[in-house]
């Protein structure tokens, strides 16, 4: 629209938002809001595309190994004051950090040093009955590739990622990885080695980071988020 906009610059020159005055500074984003109001397109992909399937959520519970609630239960006695206040040690960012640990150990407890005993095969059914989340996972997705099912798997942290490789070497599964350390070349070569017509891998497993860079991963067919529970 050259008869509105004649060049960047004057727009820029309209809405410099470069300003101390937050007064003036809301008016002209509300003015730019109405003027550009007009050229926004906004729908929904079921608006657009009607050939596809609905989406359908599954919620997955399950409990922790015995080796998870010790150190679930000593995360919790050790840190019982800051829980509870005395002291006026129960600061928020005490709190939060308690709850990282907490979220850490439901992940994996592999995520603490020290708790993997390094005499076993690092690539052992430990693994997995270790961890009440692997349990589950394993069973889910040794049957989805029984059925041809192609996955993708997210999770947070990165390290989990690093636990997620072991356990896809262990049971054989083909995958690729990608986190927001992946360079953009790689991330292209992996994004399309899953994607390519009868493609033999079955998982890409990635942190939800890398997930906000425009990936098009539209060939899998099962979603599973792994931190706050797992949805299929």
């Known amino acids: ?3 509105v906009f004649a060049s960047a610059e004057q727009f820029d020159e309209w809405f410099n938002l470069d300003i101390d005055d937050a007064d003036e500074k809301n008016k002209l984003i509300s003015q730019l809001h109405k003027i550009l109001r007009p050229f926004m397109l906004r729908r929904l992909k079921v608006d657009v595309e009607k050939s596809l399937p609905p989406k359908r959520e599954t919620i997955l ?8 609630k010790k ?3 000593d995360i919790l006695m050790r840190d019982m004051d800051t829980l509870t206040g005395k002291g006026g040690s129960g600061s928020r960012t005490a709190v939060l950090n308690i709850v990282m640990q907490l979220r850490k150990c439901a ?6 040093p020290g708790i993997e005993d390094r005499s076993l095969d690092p690539l ?4 997995v009955k270790n961890c009440g989340k692997m349990v589950l996972l394993d069973k889910l997705l040794v049957r989805l590739q029984e059925r041809g099912h192609r996955v993708l798997l997210f999770t947070q942290m ?3 990622l690093d636990i997620m490789e072991d356990y896809m070497h262990m049971r054989g599964f083909q995958y690729c990885r990608i986190d927001g350390n992946t360079s953009y070349e790689d991330r292209e070569e992996r994004i399309d080695s899953y994607n390519k017509p009868n493609s033999e891998k079955f998982c890409f497993i990635l942190s939800t980071r890398a997930g906000g860079l425009g990936i098009n991963l539209q ?3 099962i979603v599973i988020l792994y931190d706050s529970g797992m949805y299929m």
Do not use: C, N, V
Request: glycine fraction near 10%; charge should be negative; aromatic fraction near 14%.
């Open 1 to 3: 629209m050259p008869d």
């Open 61 to 68: 519970f399950t409990g922790m190994s015995a080796m998870q």
């Open 71 to 73: 150190l679930y239960k």
């Open 107 to 112: 992940g994996h407890p592999y995520l603490f």
């Open 124 to 127: 052992g059914e430990h693994l």
């Open 158 to 160: 990165t390290r989990i």
């Open 219 to 221: 060939t899998a067919d």
